[in-house]
T-cell receptor, first 113, second 115 residues
Framework: QQQVKQSPQSLIVQKGGISIINCAYE??????FPWYQQFPGKGPALLIA?????SEKKEGRFTISFNKSAKQFSLHIMDSQPGDSATYFC????????????FGGGTRVLVKP | DSGVTQTPKHLITATGQRVTLRCSPR?????VYWYQQSLDQGLQFLIQ???????AKGNILERFSAQQFPDLHSELNLSSLELGDSALYFC??????????????FGPGTRLTVL
């Protein structure tokens, strides 16, 4: 059972453009939603995270939008740069079940110069 | 550099064999998590240890086992290896047992190839 669905699988955006990645979850007990960035040959690294009591969180060029009623959240990368080319994973966890992360399938983002 | 170290970086072995993957968490972190990343299954949680005790279990096969030692390093043991076990295995660590917002820091991974 895939509890977190992520789309699109891949994305090509021009330098300076906006990258948008969407995730939907099924388990309403999830209460923490981080996004991870992974470069080839590296482990995932936390990019930004949100709790469901907040509808939006912005850190620099990265923004999470959260819609609790629709059970959806998204990552927006503004002014995309070639250095942002990586695979992005959304994830979710439930405090009551410990800290284990349930990941989406990943989105490979390519930013063209 | 996340501060989480994993050895070895690469491991090539044959079907039916047993291997041990090692992880050292960040200084001060008490929780260690193991994840498997494969092309068909994506990133999947295997198991979590907190201060030496098993804390949570995910989709970990019975052929796999793990432990966390008193110095907090962890080992993931994979036995009776099958071709399908070929994957990247990541270790992550966090400060606490799971407050729900504990950031997990991932190591560089061990790439296991089963021939």
């Amino acid at each position: 059972q895939q509890q977190v669905k992520q789309s699109p699988q891949s994305l090509i955006v021009q330098k300076g453009g906006i990258s948008i990645i969407n995730c939907a979850y099924e388990n309403t007990a999830f209460d923490y939603f981080p996004w991870y960035q992974q470069f080839p040959g590296k482990g995932p690294a936390l990019l930004i995270a949100i709790r469901p009591d907040v509808s939006e969180k912005k850190e620099g060029r990265f923004t999470i939008s959260f819609n609790k009623s629709a059970k959806q959240f998204s990552l927006h990368i503004m002014d995309s740069q070639p250095g942002d080319s990586a695979t992005y994973f959304c994830a979710a966890s439930n405090k009551a079940a410990g800290n284990k992360l349930t990941f989406g399938g990943g989105t490979r983002v390519l930013v063209k110069p | 550099d996340s501060g989480v170290t994993q050895t070895p970086k690469h491991l090539i072995t044959a079907t039916g064999q047993r291997v041990t993957l090692r992880c050292s968490p960040r200084s001060g972190d008490l929780s260690v998590y193991w994840y498997q990343q494969s092309l068909d299954q994506g990133l999947q949680f295997l198991i979590q240890y907190y201060n030496g005790e098993e804390r949570a279990k995910g989709n970990i096969l019975e052929r796999f086992s793990a432990q966390q030692f008193p110095d907090l390093h962890s080992e993931l043991n994979l036995s009776s290896l099958e071709l399908g076990d070929s994957a990247l295995y990541f270790c992550a660590s966090s400060v606490g047992a799971g407050s729900g917002t504990d950031t997990q820091y991932f190591g560089p991974g061990t790439r296991l190839t089963v021939l």
